[in-house]
């Protein structure tokens, strides 16, 4: 009776440590949303959209890091979100916006962060007014090719970890040669569809990852996540192009619109 008893209670333990595992970083990056929203309403700030539209400068200078998803994979020529979002700030602003895409298909985190500590990007940065980043799918993808699912899981946390440096190094490089910049990150979306057998196991570990960026972005004043996941998951599945993995026209047409929404309503902490 002992034995059923202790073997039970380790299944208990068990079952409360992959439960925490999965659910806590969601409740975490709950809680940096909430934190956010209480530390606007304390302040006197204003919108991001706001901030630009009475902003002197002008053209706004909107520069563009990261993977095919930056690129545009997936949709037509000048049919990626960072043309469509430029197109619709500058309607918002009244104000000239001139954009650099510079997409990598297939790019990883550390291959990016080592084209930025090189100074592959610096003139960019420095006259950059908007900073967007995308990256990091390309970073579990080449992990998950061809290795068993056992493998994977064994080996997502330091493939976490390993992307949080180089996300930190990324922003760090960025912040020194430009901190008046607005940084700009994207969460990593789940583009598998609810009848997928992996499907529920990926929307429990795409939290965790995506905390990682939240906490990045959480230590630059004058930075946001784009809440790509809203627009991008299982239950819209029109918005990915025929590969299953990109978005189409209409998906980058959301995100687009939902980063305009974020510029909108999202109140901006001063950098400097």
Do not use: C
Request: proline letters at 4%; charged letters at 20%.
């Amino acid at each position: 009776m002992k034995l059923v008893k202790y073997l039970s209670v380790f299944v208990l333990l068990i079952g409360l440590g992959v439960s925490a595992w999965f659910f806590y970083p969601q409740y975490q990056i709950h809680q940096m949303k909430k934190h956010a929203v209480a530390v606007s309403k304390s302040d006197d700030q204003i919108s991001y959209l706001k901030y630009y539209r009475t902003s002197k400068t002008s053209p706004l200078h909107h520069l563009a890091l990261g993977d095919s998803i930056i690129r545009g994979a997936g949709a037509g020529k000048n049919e990626n979100f960072i043309s469509l979002f430029s197109s619709k700030l500058a309607e918002q602003t009244d104000k000239r916006i001139e954009f650099k895409n510079q997409g990598i298909n297939g790019i990883t985190s550390g291959e990016l962060n080592n084209l930025v500590q090189n100074g592959r990007f610096d003139k960019l940065i420095k006259d950059a007014d908007i900073i967007t980043i995308n990256v990091g799918g390309n970073d579990i993808l080449r992990m998950a090719n061809g290795q068993n699912f056992r493998t994977v899981f064994q080996s997502y946390d330091q493939l976490q970890t390993t992307f949080s440096n180089n996300l930190s190094d990324i922003t760090a490089k960025i912040t020194s040669l430009n901190p008046k910049a607005t940084i700009v990150f994207l969460e990593l979306y789940n583009p598998l569809p609810p009848d997928e057998q992996m499907y529920s196991l990926a929307d429990k570990m795409l939290p965790k990852w995506n905390l990682n960026i939240y906490e990045v972005a959480n230590k630059v004043p004058g930075s946001m996540v784009i809440e790509t996941t809203k627009v991008i998951n299982g239950d819209h599945l029109q918005n990915l192009s025929p590969d299953g993995i990109h978005p189409n026209l209409a998906g980058y047409t959301a995100i687009s619109e939902q980063m305009m929404y974020q510029f909108k309503h999202q109140l901006r902490k001063s950098s400097v």
